[in-house]
């Protein structure tokens, strides 16, 4: 029934339920997800997907070839891994890439600008990356977690990098960031069953209601719990 968030099984990448169990786990996947679809049509050619685990996103993905590399500290297995590398410069040559994806793992670089920069090098002119990050987060992949980004950091990194943004989106409001924190210090706080079954079924109605009026609300939000970035070189 309820467990903590299992960020690695495939369905939570390509089709997260929103569930009484998975709220938390919903809000982040989601909002991922769509970015990714809607930039698919633009990761065309040879796409380099950096951090890559086991590549969860190669089915929707519209590129020839899909190119992984990953650090020797990665929690994922390596049998998807074309490639290791140090987790600061790229083993390729300038200009190689078509595209580039970058998911959920800049917050795990020591030096998140420099490997962005590494990034714009092997990118074509002309092609797109698309970079997720977490804002709001607990520890994750300890003790290779170092930062948390905002949408001005976000926007940083791509000028710094001679990277234009072509849109930037963030991953909930003010109300589904507040949520995930209430789901996320239920689930690491309260763990016996049947307790927390009951707990989680009473506050269904109250998440959904807040998850609506979260979606609602246009506006740039003041606190979310990521950022999803589409960039342009």
């Not at 050619?45 to 020839?64: E, T, W």
């Not at 960031?177 to 789901?183: D, M, R």
Request: with cysteine; proline share 7%.
């Amino acid at each position: 029934m309820y467990s903590p968030p299992d960020y690695s099984a495939s369905e939570n990448f390509l089709n997260p339920r929103l569930r009484p169990w998975t709220v938390f786990l919903y809000l982040h996947r989601k909002p991922i997800l769509d970015a990714v679809k809607e930039a698919a049509p633009l990761l065309r050619g040879r796409l380099l997907d950096v951090g890559c685990g086991n590549k969860p996103y190669a089915s929707i993905l519209q590129c020839g070839e899909h190119v992984g590399v990953d650090v020797a500290s990665s929690p994922h297995h390596r049998e998807r891994m074309d490639k290791i590398y140090d987790g600061r410069s790229l083993p390729f040559s300038d200009s190689e890439f078509d595209s580039l994806l970058c998911s959920e793992v800049l917050e795990h670089c020591q030096d998140p600008q420099l490997v962005v920069r590494e990034m714009a090098r092997v990118l074509k002119p002309g092609g797109h990356a698309l970079l997720t990050v977490p804002m709001v987060f607990h520890h994750h992949e300890e003790p290779w977690d170092f930062q948390r980004f905002t949408r001005y950091g976000m926007e940083h990194l791509a000028r710094q990098a001679g990277l234009n943004v072509v849109w930037l989106k963030p991953r909930g409001g003010m109300y589904g960031t507040a949520l995930a924190q209430v789901y996320c210090a239920v689930g690491y706080t309260l763990s016996r069953r049947p307790f927390i079954d009951v707990l989680l079924w009473m506050m269904w109605p109250i998440s959904l209601i807040i998850f609506q009026w979260d979606k609602r609300r246009k506006n740039t939000p003041v606190m979310s719990l990521g950022w999803q970035m589409l960039v342009s070189k």
